[in-house]
Antibody, heavy 118, light 107 residues
């Protein structure tokens, strides 16, 4: 079945970087962009950016530009999010999500909790 | 940037009630709106896209309406499985902004 499976929870110190993976299965990996969304506790989801695995082009939210890098491995049908210079304000659950066209997110990963603590 | 505002923030209702959640956009977004349901500790799941199109597998008691700046999500007869948080999301501006959420609680 169609699914996105993310890597496990991370604990990082302030100033560190985190790399989260999102493995896609059950569909043509190159045909759907993958977006990244984060959600702090009790808050609304916040869009971070997307990667088009078929063309390897990326778009980042202005809020995160300079700290965020998306990459993909087509042979492994996996996308990666690399997020640097972490602070306590970056503590959240990070989700990857598949977008239908340029439309809504029809499939989500299970989420990866990132804790930032000294 | 487009701002999305939902009302109410919390809603208490009985099983069997008809429930309406409103989402307002700070500028017109045509029909570029989706609704999601989120349960504790889980990822959101898509209910409705393009303002009124029901996602495959979603029960028909869910329906969406509206266009421009005002949208609604209606649950025709609330079921025990429907107690959750609901988010609207615009994708008109390509920044995929979410509303603050509406928590539907058991009365």
């Amino acid at each position: 079945q169609v699914q996105l499976v993310q890597s496990g929870a991370e604990v990082k110190k302030p100033g560190a970087s985190v790399k989260i993976s999102c493995k896609a299965s059950g569909y043509d990996f190159s045909n759907y962009a993958i977006h990244w969304v984060r959600q702090a506790p009790g808050q609304r989801p916040e869009w971070m950016g997307w990667i088009n695995p078929g063309h390897d082009n990326t778009i980042y939210s202005k809020k995160f530009q300079g700290r965020l890098t998306f990459t993909r491995d087509t042979s492994a049908t996996t996308v990666y999010m690399d997020f640097s210079s972490l602070t306590s304000e970056d503590m959240a659950v990070y989700y990857c999500a598949r977008v239908r066209g340029s439309d809504s997110f029809d499939m989500w990963g299970q989420g990866t909790m990132v804790t930032v603590s000294s | 940037d487009i701002r999305m505002t939902q009302s109410p923030s919390t809603l208490s209702a009985f099983v069997g009630d008809r429930v309406i959640i409103t989402c307002r956009a700070s500028q017109s977004i045509s029909r570029s709106l989706a609704w999601y349901q989120q349960k504790p500790g889980k990822a959101p799941t898509l209910l409705i896209y393009r303002a009124s199109t029901l996602e495959s597998g979603v029960p028909s008691r869910f329906s969406g309406g509206g266009s421009g700046t005002e949208f609604t999500l209606t649950i025709s007869s609330l079921q025990p499985d429907d107690f959750a948080i609901y988010f609207c999301q615009e994708y008109y501006s390509y920044s995929w902004t979410f509303g603050q959420g509406t928590k539907v609680e058991i009365k």
